[in-house]
């Protein structure tokens, strides 16, 4: 059978809340980025929860032996923020992935062109075999941005299966384009909006989420 991109929209009411207060254009700063830790630390849970690797030993509990599970350290798990706006919500997902390896990417789109523009680049030039990597993108629109991170993580020996996304909010039109050319992927989205307007921001969306993040409107 062939593969699909996955999309999860999970039905969470702390994910539809902290939505909510990003969203709303009166949201300062300071509570927009708090709002970016909460989704990425819930949507970052939901993204994990039949994927973190685990290994099954036993404890002595004060009275006895028992059986136990523990998140695998052997297993390599990497985090690649998509600055600036990542860079929130690896806030709240680093406080659940405290082991894995944090690679920043930073990209900014072309206000004209809406093509991504790479400035930094602190990916390894090969990952381990079987790393898994969680990417942070919080918003996903024309799907520009995140089509350049996937391409750079292939190229360093990633395999597309063993990667899953966290977003707030995704687009059609880039739904599109990463089921075209990763079906292999998994993606986590607070939710799924409308379109894009013609400047290429999401519709109804929540606005520049690095600005809002970090005062530069
Ligand atoms: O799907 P796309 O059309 O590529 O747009 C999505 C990108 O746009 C935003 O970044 P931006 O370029 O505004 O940089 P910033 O995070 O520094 O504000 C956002 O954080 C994504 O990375
Ligand atoms: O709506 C959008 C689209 C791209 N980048 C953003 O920050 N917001
Ligand atoms: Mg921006």
């Not at 995140?146 to 990667?163: C, N, S, T, W």
């Amino acid at each position: 059978m062939a593969l699909q991109l996955r999309i999860y929209v999970p039905p969470h009411p702390l994910i539809k809340h902290w939505l909510a207060v990003a969203r709303d254009h009166g949201t300062p700063p300071v509570l927009f980025r708090a709002a970016m830790k909460e989704l990425g630390r819930w949507l970052t849970y939901e993204a994990v929860r039949d994927w973190l690797p685990t290994v099954d030993t036993t404890v002595q509990t004060p009275l006895g032996d028992c059986e136990a599970t523990f998140v695998n350290p052997e297993v390599p798990m990497a985090a690649v923020p998509i600055l600036r706006a990542g860079l929130a919500l690896w806030e709240g997902a680093q406080e659940l992935l405290p082991l894995a390896s944090v690679y920043h990417l930073g990209l900014v789109r072309d206000e004209q062109t809406l093509t991504p523009h790479c400035y930094l680049n602190k990916l390894p030039p090969q990952f381990a075999p079987q790393t898994q990597v969680l990417v942070l993108d919080p918003m996903v629109a024309t799907g520009g941005s995140l089509l350049a991170a996937l391409a750079e993580l292939v190229q360093r020996g990633v395999d597309p299966a063993l990667i899953r996304v966290i977003a707030v909010v995704a687009a059609p039109p880039a739904l599109q384009a990463l089921s075209t050319a990763y079906p292999a992927l998994t993606l986590y989205s607070a939710m799924i909006d409308t379109g894009l307007n013609a400047q290429g921001y999401i519709l109804p969306g929540l606005g520049d989420a690095g600005d809002r993040a970090f005062g530069t409107l």
